[in-house]
């Protein structure tokens, strides 16, 4: 999971973005949950771990992040899934699922649009 500390990401995949703080205990879990969740999978999204500092406070405040652990799954720019606070393994591969299939779904109407 690379640390992000600008807004520079792809904005052709799904960005997962999890924001924590060094001070919260459950942060660490749910970044190892995450690991172990995507290990081998989800090649077409990409992960992040933003950890709260000054560097990183813009985007604390951008995303209105009250609470850590918080995933936020970006498309285009744009918040397609929000989840607070400590997720199972089992939630975040059904999630991480869900909305990955949605988005393959759009994106392959898109394309479907634009050959016409």
């Given at each position: 999971?690379?640390?992000?500390?600008?807004?520079?990401?792809?904005?052709?995949?799904?960005?997962?973005?999890?924001?924590?703080?060094?001070?919260?205990?459950?942060?660490?879990?749910?970044?190892?949950?995450?690991e172990t969740t995507i290990e081998g999978n989800y090649k077409d999204m990409v992960?992040?771990?933003?950890?709260?500092?000054?560097?990183?406070?813009?985007?604390?405040?951008?995303?209105?992040?009250?609470?850590?652990?918080?995933?936020?799954?970006?498309?285009?720019?744009?918040?397609?899934?929000?989840?607070?606070?400590?997720?199972?393994?089992?939630?975040?591969?059904?999630?991480?699922?869900n909305i990955n299939q949605r988005l393959q779904k759009e994106l392959r109407k898109?394309?479907?649009?634009?050959?016409?």
């Open positions: 999971m690379k640390r992000l500390t600008s807004e520079k990401f792809d904005k052709e995949k799904l960005n997962v973005l999890l924001f924590t703080s060094p001070t919260c205990p459950y942060c660490n879990a749910q970044k190892i949950i995450i992960f992040y771990e933003v950890m709260h500092s000054e560097e990183t406070d813009h985007l604390f405040r951008k995303y209105d992040i009250m609470a850590v652990p918080t995933i936020i799954m970006l498309f285009r720019g744009e918040a397609v899934g929000i989840l607070e606070g400590l997720t199972v393994k089992e939630n975040l591969k059904s999630i991480f699922d898109g394309k479907g649009k634009n050959a016409g």
